[in-house]
């Protein structure tokens, strides 16, 4: 289809052709019905054509030169039109001043004849100045033979007519002499200059433009040769002759501009023109030979020309040259067909080696020619491919398309098309196949539909592979996050689709998998993550749930189309059953267990990524009730992890902004009347809308996201300061003791010595006052790097505390181990609640530390019972609420001062 502005311009155009024609055929009648009309004579007709072709030749001249600047045109075209609107322009200055002026005054006639060579050089320039297209020697000879034959026969047809007429007498003076030699000189030049446009210039897309300028100057050459011949015999034919050829070629030099100025036009919104060899004019030479040979047979039955020797001569001189030419066509064409066969050699030995297959298929789709390429592509040979229906060879699955394919390219002449599909391979497997359709039934040397093929089957298996390998996990085979993601996207569509259809996310994730790692290795790791994916496979429903691996040790099973909410549990039931089994990894037996989190669609979805989001939030709660269990997913875990996430951002700003304070608890001497031991620091935290928040809601954050570490080491500084102080201003407790509670975190620092060293030495706290207390977790899990920790400590005077002692793995071998000196008995055990089995377990951690020389300190003591029964015990230091609560720098100073003779609980309950 073509867009609707090339409809509206070659309509344009077409009005302008005609009206242009038109415009002429009426010109040429009027012109006619004047001559012929009684009492005109020659000097009114001559008066007539004057002031009819002056317009016409001025415009001429200005079409010229707007075709000369036109910026689509190349630089040797503009410069050549320049040069003929320069010609035009002398033309019609000369035809000017013979009309209006005359010719007759030596000026006149030396300005006259001024204009006249000008016309004449500046044309020929302009035809030389055309864009020549002779790349190759056989051109070259073949244009200069030919312009040799048209310049004789040119050259004779001027002789016969202009000169021998009336031969040119060398003794009338210079400017005669020049003056007669004007015109059969700038005939010459005008027919070379022709001749040279017609045989060597490249010819544009439309020929019309340069066809039409051709025309017209051969016509004014042929006017200048009637002109100078029939004027010295007939006068009145001389007038309507000669008219009427300088009116048809000033008219067709003015169409030849107004079509290029057009074509340029319409170019600068189409595809550039492309340029051939002007094949289309090379029967200018032979029409020449025939005029000369045909002005010879004329002259010699009509005694018209006489004498006939120069007419023969200038026959012989064409002979000859066209025996030349013809021994240079015949060279040429050996040396063309030698060409030939040397392409078409090499065609061949390129299409035999080819890995593409030329088809060339008949209308009904059969074979009627394969390139010899198909033997080593498909392991045919041509001759059992031809007749055969290409259809017969495409795979059953795409047979319809196929047909179909063709049905429609057959509609459609020389269209190329690019499709694939499936051919039977010689040894009975299928190929994927690329095709270039072309159809060339209209090509009467083809007359088919040309199939370029190329075998694509290891393109499309390297595809497909990467598609799988996007798609999949590289170790396990099992969907990735990606494919994940699209399964959910379905699953989720189908649900808002079907309120009745139900689906369910479980998060797993392997339970203490970094110690297999960690032990075995990652090879031994990697096996086991196979395993558990297989596992998780037989688990399942088959060919209707999907596990996939998201990364690491994290798996997720996709469960679609669940008759109900149980279907999600037991399921979860199900793969921790088959979790159970101990799994072999080289000679190791190694037992695994998962905490899955259970996401429901009946929560209401519209993203895969928020089903997988608290499908993990109920997995890390199933983590924190102690593993191996599943939890499903509730609004209140998600509004508990959107809290978290909020506290854990709340934090990391508020030790900058000063958020955290440290809070003091004594530690009193249960053997001397509660009198104050010691204090241990407690941190708390003034949130700016929570207000205080517990140890207990942001201890953990802080232990996950690493701000213990900046935190602990605050608090560490703080205290000691806080501590020495009071140290100082009070000397009954100048031997006041500091407990601050130390992470693991913090444990696994290599430079903590240091850094507790570099806050001694600030604060100048003495280190024998420091009580550190440790969990016995962190001494478990860490043990080599913890004994060199505690040993480096307690070398500098600190004293090391067993913090809630009894509540971990309690084994006597640490207590020995490591340079413990105060034990804390956990609050658990001094609370009523279990009754003698507790108070057995705090008699015995007391004679226990006891006959180890270790300090003990009771945590919890919260009424006069729990502190009579720990006297009764001879524990030594008591700890509790039945002393002071945890109060600030201020009110534990205020606790200070307030003590005096009376025992400290008394004073609380006073400064309370």
């Known amino acids: 289809m073509f867009p609707t502005s090339t409809f509206a311009s070659r309509k344009s155009a077409g009005r302008t052709w005609t009206g242009l024609i038109l415009l002429i055929a009426v010109y040429l009648l009027a012109w006619l019905c004047w001559m012929f009309l009684p009492g005109t004579g020659e000097a009114s007709g001559q008066l007539v054509v004057g002031l009819a072709l002056i317009p016409v030749r001025a415009l001429t001249v200005l079409l010229a030169w707007q075709i000369a600047n036109h910026p689509t045109y190349d630089r040797r075209s503009r410069q050549a039109w320049r040069l003929l609107s320069l010609a035009f322009l002398a033309l019609l200055l000369g035809d000017s001043l013979r009309l209006f002026v005359g010719d007759r005054t030596p000026p006149t006639a030396l300005l006259s004849s001024c204009l006249s060579v000008a016309f004449y050089v500046a044309l020929l320039c302009g035809l030389l ?13 073949r244009f200069w033979l030919d312009l040799g034959i048209v310049m004789i026969s040119g050259g004779t047809a001027i002789w016969y007519f202009q000169i021998l007429p009336a031969p040119i007498e060398l003794t009338n003076g210079l400017l005669a002499t020049t003056a007669s030699l004007i015109k059969p000189t700038g005939d010459l030049a005008i027919l070379f200059g022709t001749a040279t446009v017609l045989l060597a210039t490249p010819e544009q897309k439309n020929r019309r433009p340069f066809g039409l300028l051709i025309a017209g100057l051969l016509l004014f050459f042929a006017a200048d040769l009637t002109y100078g011949h029939v004027r010295l015999y007939d006068q009145q034919s001389t007038s309507m002759s000669v008219d009427l050829l300088w009116i048809v070629s000033t008219c067709l030099l003015f169409l030849s501009c107004q079509q290029m100025r057009w074509t340029l036009s319409r170019s600068a919104t ?36 006489n004498p006939l020797g120069g007419l023969i001569v200038g026959a012989v001189a064409l ?38 297959v030329i088809t060339i298929l008949n209308r009904d789709l059969s074979i009627q020619f394969s390139s010899p390429s198909v033997s080593h592509v498909f392991g045919y040979t041509p001759d059992q491919l031809a007749g055969k229906k290409l259809t017969d060879l495409t795979h059953p699955a795409d047979r319809t398309r196929a047909v179909a394919f063709f049905t429609d390219l057959l509609k459609q002449p020389n269209l190329a098309v690019k499709i694939e599909w499936r051919l039977l391979h010689a040894d009975n497997t299928w190929r994927h196949v690329e095709h270039i359709c072309t159809n060339l039934m209209s090509e009467p040397t083809i007359e088919g539909l040309v ?6 089957t290891s393109r499309k298996e390297a595809e497909d592979k990467l598609q799988h390998d996007a798609c999949h996990d590289s170790l396990t085979g099992l969907p990735n996050r990606a494919l994940l993601t699209e399964y959910l996207k379905t699953a989720i569509a189908r649900s808002k689709r079907s309120k009745g259809h139900l689906f369910a996310v479980l998060f797993c994730d392997l339970d203490r998998f970094k110690n297999i790692n960690d032990s075995l290795g990652h090879t031994f790791g990697d096996e086991l993550l196979i395993t558990v994916g297989k596992r998780l496979e037989e688990s399942i429903r088959q060919n209707v749930d999907i596990v996939a691996r998201l990364g690491g040790d994290e798996f997720a099973v996709l469960l679609d189309g669940m008759a109900d909410a149980s279907v999600a549990t037991h399921i979860a039931r199900r793969i921790q059953e088959g979790l159970r089994t101990p799994i072999n990894l080289g000679g190791h037996e190694i037992f695994s267990t998962t905490s899955i989190g259970i996401a429901l669609s009946a929560t209401g979805y519209s993203t895969p990524e928020d089903i997988l989001r608290d499908a993990d939030t109920a997995m890390y709660r199933a983590k924190a009730r102690g593993r191996a269990c599943y939890e499903v997913f509730d609004k209140f875990m998600h509004a508990r992890a959107v809290a978290l996430l909020q506290l854990e951002n709340d934090l990391r700003r508020a030790i900058e902004r000063g958020e955290f304070e440290v809070y003091y608890q004594p530690i009193v001497s249960l053997e001397d009347d509660a009198i104050i031991s010691g204090f241990e620091a407690l941190v708390r935290w003034h949130h700016p809308e929570r207000g205080l928040v517990s140890p207990e809601d942001f201890i953990s954050v802080a232990e996950d996201t690493g701000q213990i570490i900046h935190l602990g080491k605050w608090v560490l500084e703080q205290s000691c300061r806080q501590m020495k102080q009071w140290q100082n201003q009070y000397p009954r407790y100048r031997d006041l003791t500091l ?10 620092q290599p430079n903590l010595v240091e850094q507790i060293s570099e806050v001694l030495e600030s604060t100048g706290f003495n280190p024998r006052n420091l009580q550190l207390e440790i969990t016995e977790s962190v001494v478990i899990e860490n043990t080599e790097i913890v004994t060199e920790m505690l040993m480096r400590l307690h070398e500098l005077g ?53 006959n180890m020389g270790l300090k003990v300190v009771a945590e919890g003591v919260e009424t006069e019972e729990q502190l009579a029964h720990l006297k009764d015990l001879q524990c030594a230091y008591g700890q509790g609420f039945l002393f002071s609560y945890p109060n600030t720098a201020a009110a534990t100073e205020k606790l200070i001062c307030q003590i005096t003779e009376a025992p400290v609980r008394d004073q609380v309950e006073t400064a309370a």
């Open 739 to 748: 407990s601050v509670n130390l992470s693991g975190k913090q444990f696994l």
């Open 129 to 141: 100045r055309f864009p020549k297209v002779l790349r190759f020697s056989d051109e070259r000879e």
């Open 798 to 850: 600190i004293q090391l505390t067993m913090d809630d002692f009894g509540t971990g793995y309690s084994s006597l071998s640490y207590l020995h181990n490591f340079p413990i000196d105060v034990l804390k008995i956990d609050k658990s055990f001094i609370s009523r609640k279990g009754g003698d089995s507790k108070n057995q377990i705090v008699s015995t951690i007391i004679t226990l530390a006891r």
């Open 319 to 356: 002979t000859g040259m066209v025996i030349a030419r013809q021994l240079s066509a015949v060279r040429a064409n050996k040396r063309a067909q030698q060409a030939i066969m040397e392409r078409e050699t090499r065609f061949k030995s390129l299409v035999q080696r080819s890995s593409d």
């Open 451 to 456: 199939l370029n093929s190329l075998d694509i």
């Open 270 to 305: 189409q595809e550039p023109q492309t340029e051939t060899t002007a094949e289309g004019f090379r029967v200018l030479p032979y029409f020449s030979i025939v005029f000369v040979y045909g002005l010879l047979v004329f002259s010699a039955y009509r005694d018209w020309v």
